[in-house]
């Protein structure tokens, strides 16, 4: 079984998509501390004029002192509303604008709950199944392991692989320094790095601007293209001492 682990994204970017496309089962890292104003409740869409404006989840509480598995968004209709809002101006231009209207809507509805992390794996669910990308899932918090106290950030991955018996780990190429490869080694897991390289899209006459949400990319990319980009635009090594 080849593993992914990642923190519960809001709309990512689609290097994200890349990984969950890469691996057989997907765990949504929510037991750690959640960390304000990151990817974790926020992301990048195109400003209407230049560069790019950012959607956002409000949450109930934003404090360190919380882990990510117990943050709530606040007044779910309204953020929706929102969003919608500041999408809208993609309307004249943008050929697959309506249908990112229905994922964004179709993510809250579906949400279990105002969890962040709901919402956000609705949001990945609902890409995905657009995409036709396989997204097997599980919650970190709802799986029951019995972590070892005084973790690092480079122990959750090897031990969390080892537990749900994964023979592969798949790890952004950029976050690889956390990892201390005979970690995996020493319980017979191979470590794999995914890189991804930058996929330029038109944008009409709108100013194109790198590594946006995956909204901004299904705006402007046919549903088949974007799973066409993701297969040619990835690349997988194995890492070893």
Known sequence: ??????????????????????????????????????????????????????????????????RTCD?????????KATILGKISHYKKQAPFYWQVVNIIKRTFENAKSNKLVDINVSALDQTCQYLGLTFDWDICSELGLSFPQNMGPGDWAPFIS?????????????????????DFEQKNIVLQALSFSPFEYETDSTSFVEDLSILDVMMWSSASTIRQKIKELSSIARISN
């Open 162 to 182: 080892e537990q749900l018996n994964a023979s592969v780990y798949i790890n952004p190429s950029n976050g690889m320094k956390l990892f201390n490869t005979a």
């Open 1 to 66: 079984m080849k593993l992914g682990i990642m923190q519960p994204y809001f709309f990512p970017y689609l290097g994200h998509f890349a990984l969950i496309d890469a691996v057989d089962k997907w765990i949504v890292f929510d037991v750690s501390q959640y960390t304000p104003k990151s990817w974790m409740n926020r992301n990048r869409i195109l400003h209407p004029n230049t560069g790019f404006n950012y959607v956002t989840l409000p949450l109930e509480k934003s404090s360190i002192k919380l």
């Open 71 to 79: 943050v709530h968004v606040r007044d779910i209709d309204n953020v």
